[in-house]
């Protein structure tokens, strides 16, 4: 029995020196001070002039021309990634979509009759200056379309620093009739930049 209780004794001695030994260990520390952190500030921009850019392309109640059936009419405009990316650039995949509109009767009778593309703006091309290459054009959509949900814009990703021309047309196909004679509706559209990964 003296054996056992010494064979025991021996082993909880061992522990208690090895324990003990484990905190004996020199030790030291450093410090990092200082470390600023901070997130990238993302800047869509829009323009008429590729001059004055804002976050809102204050239209004043400006109109295209009257449509008539199987005729178009065009504007355009410019957008600008604004953005600070710092090391790592932050570039915007673009989408487009109809926010609101007024008066509804009216849009009831020309969201599915007036139809909208988007396209690079390009020279030399035609009238409208419509860059019709494949990936530089939306489809045309009825309105109702473009206010449905988001759209991609054409041209693929603006990078930071860039600057993209961009055409807006707007027609009603030839097979309207008076039932959309003299109407009007204002109708605002956004443009969101979402981080291209």
């Not at 054996?3 to 003990?20: D, E, Q, R, T």
């Not at 109640?61 to 355009?76: C, I, N, R, T, V």
């Not at 200056?129 to 990703?157: F, H, M």
């Not at 009739?177 to 990964?197: A, C, E, H, P």
Request: charged share 20%.
């Amino acid at each position: 029995m003296k054996k056992i209780i010494g064979s025991i004794l021996g082993i909880f001695l061992v522990v208690g020196i090895v324990a003990g030994t484990g905190y004996a260990l020199f030790t030291d520390t450093v410090n990092i001070n200082g470390m600023v952190l901070g997130t990238a500030t993302p800047n869509l921009l829009i323009s008429f002039d590729n001059v004055t850019y804002t976050t809102s392309l204050p239209i004043n109640g400006e109109k295209f021309a009257p449509l008539l059936p199987g005729e178009l009419d065009w504007g355009e405009f410019w957008l600008k990634n604004g953005s600070d990316g710092t090391t790592d650039k932050l570039d915007f995949d673009l989408k487009g979509r109809i926010i609101s509109y007024s008066p509804e009767a009216n849009w009831l009778l020309l969201k599915d009759a007036i139809e909208l593309r988007l396209c690079i703006y390009k020279d030399g091309v035609g009238e409208d200056k419509c860059d019709e290459t494949a990936g530089n054009v939306t489809p045309w959509w009825d309105l109702a379309i473009w206010q449905s949900a988001e759209r991609d814009l054409p041209g693929g990703v603006l990078t930071q620093g860039d600057a993209q021309h961009y055409t807006i047309q707007l027609r009603i196909p030839s097979s309207y009739d008076n039932t959309i004679m003299n109407k009007s509706i204002t109708m605002n559209m956004v443009i969101n930049g979402t981080q291209s990964l």
